[in-house]
């Protein structure tokens, strides 16, 4: 014998809501939406991390980009997260057994205030603090 059906309880003439139209508000909607092309500059250090490619997933973000200083360019990987006014990036420069020797972490920490996003940053090597100072940060174009 098949089972009852069940279809014998839906209401016909009610509309449904769908799950996005409770008017709940997801949590993440106020995360600041940093996803795309990034200009970084490290003021103290006279250097820039041009292109900074960011993906953004919720509050996580992770990207590529290219540490531009004096005359050297290394590539960076970074990761880290978002909240509604604030982005907290750890950025490490992509050493390699035939490439980049140059070993280098960065820690920012970005506001979005009224007049722009910007922060501070710490720069080390090796494990050694080598700089430290404000950072500002801008959407290059699309």
């Given at each position: 014998p098949h089972p009852a059906s069940k279809t014998a309880d839906i209401e016909v003439g009610k509309p449904r809501v769908a799950s996005d139209e409770t008017g709940v508000v997801p949590p993440e909607s106020n995360i600041m939406e940093v996803g795309g092309k990034w200009t970084v500059r490290l003021e103290n250090e006279g250097a820039t991390i041009n292109p900074l490619t960011?993906?953004?997933t919720?509050?996580?973000?992770?990207?590529?980009?290219?540490l531009n200083e004096q005359n050297t360019k290394l590539q960076v990987s970074a990761k880290g997260s978002v909240s509604s006014n604030a982005?907290?990036?750890?950025?490490?420069?992509?050493?390699?057994e035939y490439g980049n020797k140059i070993d280098k972490h960065i820690e920012l920490e970005l506001l979005n205030l009224d007049r722009g996003i910007s922060g501070s940053y710490e720069i080390s090597s090796d494990e050694e603090l080598i700089?430290?100072?404000?950072a500002t940060a801008s959407r290059s174009g699309a």
């Open positions: 960011l993906i953004q919720g509050e996580n973000v992770m990207g590529m980009g290219t982005m907290y990036l750890d950025i490490w420069t992509i050493v390699s700089g430290k100072g404000n």
